[in-house]
């Protein structure tokens, strides 16, 4: 197997982020993966498999999208502002760190009244990575008003950036096609909307909100909840891509490690090739539950 480039990090803490499944997830990957001109990834998150595909050069075009606007808002600040969001976030660093821990706590909650309220883009992309490195377990949580609401996270000394790194991701998301256009276009949809950027040219990969593995787990990533229902509209969606064509690759939580007669994900996909990975929980409320865990991938192809 041909090593690859693996040099950029994500830069923000994301549940279910995917750097420690990569390996996993590059393995599963059909063997005629370069032949396929579009990536798009519905789900994009953090960006850890989308940035290994895009530092190793692996397509022509690349979609990445996410309902969550400031999101969205974050990467194209990097890409168009990068220099102005390293000033703005570098400033807050240096004020948080000569606080004490109950200036801190006050600082944080007002950057996160600022973060829920208008704001120019700049000041919303370092609020998000701001609130991100300093709340709770790194948790992006909305309420149903959608308004971030993850609470203080008391920690000592967060990293908060680094500047070598936003730089190169901003570099990476500048790259030019043979027409001179953006080789990576930055959407703002609900998934179900990407249909027309998708063919038998394209590989998918989704990773949407986890189904809960714990009692009471984490799913209001955004206002809308990504509840049950929508991981049946997601399997439609799935079922779609692979009527078009397209290879897809889906990854999920699996139920079986809270339920083991929990057959979820086994009758949703049970035209598809399902395969069980160890990963290793890293968000979790109760620090001795963190640890290897089962999840899925879920693939319309044999390799």
Do not use: H
């Not at 490195?133 to 008003?145: A, I, W």
């Not at 439609?236 to 397209?246: E, N, Q, S």
């Amino acid at each position: 197997m041909i090593t690859m480039n693996s040099n950029i990090r994500p830069f923000l803490k994301w549940a279910g982020g995917k750097t420690q499944l990569l390996d996993e997830i590059i393995k599963e990957l059909p063997v005629d993966i370069k032949q396929y001109r579009r990536y798009v990834e519905p789900f994009v998150g953090a960006g850890a498999v989308f940035f290994y595909f895009l530092e190793n050069n692996y397509f022509e075009e690349y979609i990445i999208n996410d309902i969550n606007s400031k999101l969205i808002n974050l990467y194209k600040v990097i890409r168009d502002k990068p220099e102005d969001l390293i000033v703005e976030i570098q400033g807050l660093k240096t004020k948080y760190l000569e606080l004490d821990t109950k200036e801190r706590k006050k600082l944080f909650y007002e950057i996160r009244t600022n973060f829920n309220n208008n704001c120019s883009s700049i000041k919303l992309a370092s609020y998000f990575i701001f609130l991100n490195k300093t709340c709770f377990n790194g948790l992006y949580r909305e309420n149903s008003k959608g308004n971030f609401n993850v609470p203080f996270g008391k920690y000592k000394n967060p990293s908060f950036f680094d500047e070598i790194q936003l730089r190169k991701i901003s570099r990476l998301l500048n790259l030019k096609n043979s027409n001179g256009g953006f080789k990576i276009k930055i959407l703002n949809k609900d998934f179900s909307e990407l249909k027309e950027y998708i063919d038998a040219n394209t590989f998918v990969y989704c990773d949407p909100p986890y189904r809960p593995v714990t009692v009471g787990g984490f799913t209001s990533y955004n206002k809308s909840n990504f509840n049950d229902k929508s991981q049946i509209l997601l399997r439609d969606f799935y079922k779609l891509m692979d009527a078009k064509g397209a290879k897809v690759m889906l990854s999920n939580s699996d139920p079986k490690n809270l339920d083991e007669k929990d057959t979820f994900f086994d009758e949703l996909y049970s035209n598809f090739n399902i395969k069980k990975v160890y990963s290793k929980r890293n968000i979790n409320s109760v620090g001795n539950r963190r640890g290897k865990i089962t999840e899925l991938l879920i693939i319309n192809y044999k390799r």
